[in-house]
Each structure stands twice: as C-alpha cells, then as structure tokens.
C-alpha cells in the first residue's frame, strides 16, 4: 500500500464549480501536512500546509482528521487558473517529504 | 522563482552512457533533496543531504546513482550506465529543516532524462 493515496481524477469542473479532493496517509507517525500545486511541465511548489485545525486561505481550505488519517482541500469558485495537479504530501517529522500521486484539475470556461 | 536551479534541463542519451545533473540552491537551504518524477506520478524520493552529508538514500537509489554535495553547496547526481527505465524528470529541491521538522520544499525546474 502506497504511505499517500489520493482521489485517480482527473477530474473536470466548470468554472465556478466547488471541488473536493481527498487524500489518505498510511504512517500514524506522520507528523506535517502539506498540499502541492503542479503545473503542467512545471515544478512542485507549495499551495497550503495543513493545520489539524484546518485552514483557509482564499478560496482553498484545507481539514485534517488524524483519527481517520484523511487529508481534503476544498477550492470554491474554481478558476481556470486553478487548473493544475495537486499534490498531497506528508512527512513524520525530520524526515523528507513524501508525495502522493497527485491529482488533475482541469476547470473549463 | 525558488532560486534553485538545475541544468542540464534536458538531457537524451543512449543506453549505457553516463550521465550526470548538476543542482545549485539558494545558500540558506541547508538541506538539498532529489526526486525523480515520470508521468502520471508524484515525486518520488531519491536522497538528500544536510550541509554536505548525505542523510538517506531511498531503496530506489541503485548502485549505478550516486549523489554528491561537496562543501554543502552545489549537487550532483550521476546515473552510470543508463537504462530506459532511467527516463524521467529528476527534479532537486532545497530546504530549511526548522524546529526539526521538514518544512517547505523549494523545486528547481528540474532535468528531464530521456534514455534511448
């Protein structure tokens, strides 16, 4: 079993659409939360780290429920500019970031 | 830009040849990671190094790599005698370890590998 599974996709939303993805992680001991954004041929980079509290920022929240070791990010009002993979990634402390396979976004006009 | 740059950017060889990829970070990065990516994949983790030692290195690391950072600046990664397996997008990444705890990871553009 891959240590972080996230939704196949791709999945394809119209703009304005709300769209959910959900990610599971199989190490208890992960301590640190993350999601990527990739673009197309483009390099990884940072979209939001995840609080246990859940956080916000923008249009993009992020929740973490550590009983059931399930991580989401929810985008409201999607743009085309949204359009992307996204990446979950966990890691248990001092250690180097593990990364889900990620998943496609496309938003149509 | 995360300042970290990598070339070459891409890179075709023949089977058996070797090849080697060069990643300079910003100097604040303390640490310095590599990851391979292919299509419809996450990155997937190789090595990485603190300052200029080498911490861990993934099982998916066979012989034919090896990963340097000589004075814990500047790194390379060598794949010796290359196979079509080899082919993907070698992507280095630097980083800050702060409160002991890996934070955000700075990619560089990364360094596609074609072998034919």
């Known amino acids: 079993r891959k240590e972080v599974e996230q939704d196949p996709g791709p999945f394809n939303v119209p703009e304005g659409a709300t769209v959910a993805f959900n990610c599971t992680y199989s190490n208890s001991a992960s301590q640190s939360f993350f999601w990527y954004r990739q673009d197309c041929r483009k390099e990884p980079k940072l979209l939001m780290s995840v609080y246990s509290s859940g956080n916000e920022d923008g249009r993009f929240t992020a929740q973490l429920n550590r009983a059931s070791q399930y991580i989401s990010l929810l985008i409201r009002d999607s743009k085309l500019s949204d359009s992307a993979t996204y990446l979950c990634?966990?890691?248990?402390?001092?250690?180097?970031?593990?990364f889900g396979k990620g998943t496609r976004l496309s938003v149509i006009a | 830009d995360t300042g970290v740059s990598q070339n070459p950017r891409h890179k075709i060889t023949k089977r058996g040849q070797n090849v080697t990829f060069r990643c300079d970070p910003i100097?604040?990065?303390?640490?310095l990671y590599w990851y391979r990516q292919t299509l419809g994949q996450g990155p997937e983790f190789l090595t990485y190094?603190?300052?200029?030692?080498?911490?861990?290195k993934s099982r998916l690391l066979s012989d034919r790599f090896s990963a340097e950072r000589p004075k814990g600046s500047f790194s390379t990664l060598e794949i010796q005698r290359t196979e079509q397996g080899d082919s993907a997008m070698y992507l280095c990444a630097g980083g800050v370890v702060r409160d002991s705890n890996t934070g955000e990871l700075f990619f560089g553009e990364g360094s596609r590998l074609t072998v034919l």
């Open positions: 100097s604040e990065h303390n640490r």
């Open positions: 190094f603190q300052n200029e030692a080498q911490l861990e």
């Open positions: 990634v966990v890691n248990r402390g001092n250690t180097p970031l593990v």
